[in-house]
């Protein structure tokens, strides 16, 4: 598995950040970009086999960087292994997000439930959305509260 932890050394420094990766678990994803604490921009690009990560999905404020990135730029996530893992960890941010620009492709109903809430909990910041769909599945999926 590749490793990120030599790119923990420019987080000091890193504004925005473009992950494209198929094969790092949504939890390692995720830690790595809160290691980035002035973070503002965020691109995900996830292609491929979706990467079983020990019920990821479930949101929790436990471990959560006594400095979280600001996240006041832009959100694109491009996942067809879905925006769960990585939306539903933003959404319990201590701080909140304050995305002004969000771009989402969707590809389940779920994807179309979180894109919506992270597009309400940015609603006094956002300036543009930017929604992709290609909805595939027709299962059913349960919303969980995001706050």
């Known amino acids: 598995m590749t490793s ?4 923990h050394a420019f987080s000091s420094t890193v504004k925005s950040l473009l992950v494209h990766s198929a094969t790092i678990p949504p939890s390692q994803l995720f830690d790595f970009i809160l290691s980035f604490s002035l973070l ?9 086999i979706p990467v079983y990560d020990g019920g990821f999905d ?23 292994t879905g925006v769960g ?15 002004r620009n969000i771009t989402s492709q969707l590809h389940c ?31 059913t999926w349960h919303p969980f509260p995001h706050r």
């Open 85 to 99: 893992p990585i939306a539903s960890r933003l959404l319990v941010m201590p701080s909140g997000i304050h995305f």
């Open 58 to 80: 479930e949101p929790s404020t436990a471990d959560q960087p006594s400095n979280p990135p600001a996240f006041t730029g832009s959100l694109s996530l491009s996942l067809n």
């Open 109 to 139: 109903g779920r994807d179309l439930w979180l894109t919506m809430v992270l597009a309400g909990e940015c609603s006094h910041t956002l300036e543009s959305l930017d929604i992709t769909c290609s909805l595939t599945s027709t299962s």
């Open 4 to 7: 990120l932890a030599p790119f």
């Open 40 to 48: 503002e921009d965020l691109t995900v690009i996830r292609h491929g």
